[in-house]
């Protein structure tokens, strides 16, 4: 069965203050990701970054999620672009690269995100192209547009290059990373994705996106703050990660197994 719409579905859904849900996925067994995809997200994102995921979890966590119903999303490692192609090999919907600090870089993730005229992805989507059932034309024809190239903007450098990070076609969205941005804004003083300088910066990210047309993100530690940004007109919002899920709902369960709740 051809699964097409479910990983277009970020492409289509994204941008225009969408406020979608994404889960935040660090532990490499890729069932983590698959049971994830069953709860009411809207997108999985594999973290390659700083979570233990490597390309193997990283192709199966695709297909569990993909399984799922829901699109994946990868976040790479910092500067290591060939893992974007692979990701959309796989099937990815869309990869976010971090530490994206000037247009030099946008411009290096683009060429690994798109086909020609865009960028120079290097051809070889047999599992893509498999999962979505298309042909090898249809998938040449329209991967360039179901594929999110999502670059994370965390340091002053990407926040003054933001103008033209955005111009450049082939970035579809920008994705904040609030804590390095914490770190950045304090001179390495403090991390806390809270901070008014912090929450400031997003609304400007925000408002700058939105004034070119692309999709804004940003991971959200706290629900609340999820809420918050989807009400202010983010486009898609990382709330926690699974550890923090998985910890936090454990936590809740002894608590009342114990009587202290
Ligand atoms: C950050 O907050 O810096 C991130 O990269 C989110 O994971
Ligand atoms: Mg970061």
């Not at 672009?81 to 976010?96: E, H, N, P, Q, T």
């Not at 450098?157 to 076609?169: K, N, S």
């Not at 990210?205 to 009400?231: E, G, M, N, S, Y």
Request: glycine share 10%; with cysteine; hydrophobic share 45%.
């Amino acid at each position: 069965m051809p699964h097409l719409s479910t990983i277009s579905a970020l492409s289509t859904r994204i941008g225009g203050g969408s406020g979608l849900l994404t889960a935040w996925v660090g532990m490499s067994d890729p069932m983590i990701a698959g049971q994830l995809a069953l709860e009411d997200f809207d997108a999985i994102t594999i973290d390659m970054q700083h979570g233990a995921n490597d390309l193997a979890s990283v192709r199966q966590g695709i297909l569990n999620v993909t399984l799922g119903g829901k699109p994946s999303i990868v976040r790479i490692p910092v500067n290591d672009f060939s893992c974007a192609s692979r990701a959309l090999d796989f099937g990815a919907a869309g990869v976010i690269a971090p530490m994206i600090n000037s247009k030099a870089d946008a411009e290096a993730f683009v060429s690994f995100m798109k086909f020609p005229p865009i960028g120079q992805r290097s051809w070889g989507p047999t599992i893509a192209v498999g999962l979505t059932g298309q042909t090898l034309d249809e998938y040449l024809a329209k991967g360039n547009a179901m594929s999110v190239a999502i670059a994370m903007i965390e340091t002053r450098e990407a926040l003054a290059a933001l103008d033209d990070i955005l111009a450049l076609d082939g970035i579809d969205a920008v994705f904040v990373g609030p804590s390095d941005l914490s770190i950045a804004l304090s001179n390495g003083a403090n991390v806390n994705p809270a901070r008014p300088d912090v929450l400031d910066a997003l609304e400007h990210v925000k408002q700058r996106a939105h004034a070119h047309k692309k999709a804004v993100c940003c991971f959200a530690p706290t629900p609340v703050l999820a809420k918050d940004l989807a009400k202010k007109g983010y486009d898609l919002m990382a709330i926690g990660t699974d550890f923090s899920q998985l910890r936090s709902g454990a936590r809740a369960q002894i608590d009342i197994a114990r009587g202290r709740s």
